[in-house]
C-alpha cells in the first residue's frame, strides 16, 4: 500500500470555495486519475479533508455551501495544513473573528506539520506569527496591506512561490491561481517529481514560471494625501503619451523638482519618472490584452518612439517580453471567432437545455478546427 500524505484545508467562511475545493480536488487527484485514464492501478498519494469551525455545513462569502469533514477543535492530524484564499480586508480583524483558526495553525505548526497558503491566506500565517522576520508573498493586490499589519514580515511582492524557512515547513504562494503551483510543488515534494509531472498534465496546470509581475498592475490606488500631487497624478492619467510629462507635473505643481520629488514619492511611493513608466507600461498591457496594433504601434500609443528602449523596459517591469505577454493574455482567435458565431434559434433555449445542441456544438467544432 503506497504511503498517503494526510492534508487539512482550512474552510471557514471566508475561504474562497474554488480555490479550497481546487485544492481538495487536485490532492485527491495525485495517484488516481493519471491511473484511471491510463489503465493503472490507482495509488492516491494523498488524504485531503476541508476543516472548519464546526460539522455543520459553511456557507461561504460568495454563497457556495460545503459541507466540513471535521473542526479545528477537532485538531486532526495533517501532514501538510493548507490556508486557502481569504476573501477578507484585514488580517487583523480575521485573527480577532476567528481565533479558533489562528490557533489551529499555529498548534499545527508545533506538531510538525507543514503549513502552506495560497494568496491571501498568507495573511492567516502572519497573524498566527510563523511569518515573524522570515519571507513570504501574497496577492499582489494586498502587498502593502500585509506590509501594513504585520511589517516583521518580509514580503517579495513578485514572487509565486516563498519560503519562509530553511526546511520548506512554511512556505506561501502568490495571486489566486498559484494555488495551482503551489500543489504541484507539494506533490512533487511529498509524492516526487513524476507525480507531479503527471497530475500537471492530467489536470492541465501549468507554472507561473514569471512570477507575479505579469499579472499585477504597476501604478498605485490614487492617493488623497497631497491634494497638489493628486491633481499632477489625475493629469498624467490622461497625458502620460506626452514628450515629458514629469516636467509638466513640477510646473502645474508650482514646486521646485526637488521638493515635488520629495513629495511625489512620500505621496504614491515611486518617483516620478518611475510613476510615469508604470503607468505607460499599465496602458501598454490594456492594449496588448485588447487591440491588434504591432508592439511599435503600442509603443507609439504610449509615449515610446524607440521600441527598442519600450521592449527593454516592459520586460524590466513586467518579467516578460511584450509579445509574450500578449499570446499569454490576449483573448484568441479561436474565442474571439467563436463569441461571434450567430445564435441559433435552438440556441436560445440554452439556459434551459443543458445540452448543447448538435448544430451549435458543430459550428464550434469547425470554428477550432479551421483555427488550430
Known sequence: MTNQFKVAIAMPAEAEPSVAVGLFDAFWAAGVLWNRIMGEREQPRFAPELVAKSHKP?????????????????????????????????????GRDNPGVVDWVRHAHDAGSHIVSACTGSFVLAEAGLLDDRDATTHWAFVDLLKSEYPRTRVLADRVLVSATGDGRIVTSGGAASWMDL????????????????????????????GQNPYSRLTTRPQTSDRQIQLCQEWLADHYCDADPVVEMIRQSGLSRRTFGRRFYTATGHAPLDYVQRVRIEEAKQLLETEDLS?????????????????RLFKRMVGETPAAYRRRQSVSETARTISQLPVLPEQAEVNRDPNLTRAGASSIHRVIELRE
Not at 71 to 82: H, K, L, Q, S
Not at 185 to 208: I, S
Open 183 to 210: 500543489v504541484l510543488y507539494l506533490v512533487g515534494k511529498f509524492a516526487g517529481p513524476e507525480d507531479a509531472m503527471r497530475l500537471a498534465k492530467v489536470q492541465m496546470f501549468d507554472w507561473h514560471h514569471h
Open 58 to 94: 459553511v456557507t461561504t462569502s460568495t454563497g457556495v455551501i460545503i459541507v466540513p469533514h471535521s473542526t479545528f477543535a477537532e485538531r486532526p492530524a495533517a501532514d501538510i495544513v493548507v490556508v486557502p484564499t481569504m476573501l477578507i480586508a484585514s488580517g487583523r480583524q480575521f
Open 295 to 311: 508592439i511599435e504601434q503600442v509603443a507609439a500609443e504610449v509615449g515610446y518612439s524607440d521600441t527598442v528602449s519600450f521592449r
